[in-house]
């Protein structure tokens, strides 16, 4: 009965190294050659999904920043969820109080005060693009799709994921999308919203799509769909949420989900 599979990138889709596998680009195919769509969905912005679009052939909506900016494979805009004006300064912060690095996002631009710190450099090298070195973020409050706060003090990003659910409210979306990374978004950009819009849009009943992902921000997208599969890299408390558990981005988790429990190929 599956219709669509919505995937994520990191930790999902590609591999450990940030590539797509020859099995993962042939997998995808197989699914259209059954007649069932496929999407990508992300915290990362567009610029940073466009290497995915000619080698699995992308088609159908784009969702950037966790559902922040949705856009079509050729990268225009469908639709911009932007964080809440009010809502800016007080997430940057927040961040800034758990002594995490902060990022933002604005339009095309990734914006960072310290080039240095930690993740910067890796982040740039998945994206491929770079970040813009700024002094301050003071004044910044229209127009910010996705504030990332970042330490590898995991359980200091756990500290500021709840702060942040306790003092924002909802006036935002805030989850880890990796154990070091805090996304801030619209408190309509998340994963579960995604799934809402791609069935409204392609009207596709929600229990006929699938889901895969890794991060603790997937389990929003799982539980808005009829069969949710977790990668095996992923934490026991996203596998616990998830109705399959397929093996790990290292070991090919992705092609195999889709080869056994969506297609049914054994």
Do not use: C
């Amino acid at each position: 009965m599956i219709e669509l599979v919505l995937a994520d990138v990191d930790g999902t889709l590609v591999t450990p190294e940030k590539e797509l596998t020859d099995r993962t680009i042939a997998a995808v195919r197989h699914l259209k050659e059954a007649g069932i769509g496929f999407a990508v969905t992300s915290g990362r912005p567009p610029r940073g999904m466009a290497m995915l679009v000619e080698p699995l052939e992308l088609e159908l909506p784009i969702a950037a920043f966790n559902g922040g900016l949705f856009v079509h494979p050729d990268m225009s805009v469908i639709q911009e969820r932007a964080i809440p004006s009010d809502a800016v300064s007080p997430a940057v912060k927040l961040m800034n109080a758990h002594e995490l690095d902060v990022w933002l996002y604005r339009g095309a631009d990734w914006l960072v005060r310290d080039t240095r710190a930690p993740h910067v450099e890796k982040e740039a090298a998945t994206v491929r693009f770079a970040p813009v070195h700024v002094e301050s973020f003071d004044g910044m409050r229209k127009g910010i799709v996705k504030i990332v706060g970042v330490s590898d003090d995991h359980d200091r990003v756990a500290a500021a994921e709840a702060a942040a659910r306790s003092e924002l409210g909802e006036r935002v979306s805030a989850a880890r999308s990796q154990p070091y990374y805090l996304d801030v978004t619209h408190p309509d950009a998340n994963k579960g919203k995604v799934v809402q819009y791609l069935s409204s849009e392609l009207h596709i009943p929600s229990s006929h799509i699938a889901t895969i992902g890794d991060g603790p921000n997937d389990v929003l997208m799982f539980a808005q769909s009829g069969l949710s599969i977790a990668m095996e890299n992923s934490s026991a408390e996203v596998q616990s949420a998830a109705d399959r558990v397929t093996a790990s981005n290292a070991e090919e988790g992705f092609a195999l989900a889709i080869e056994r429990f969506v297609l049914d190929v054994h």
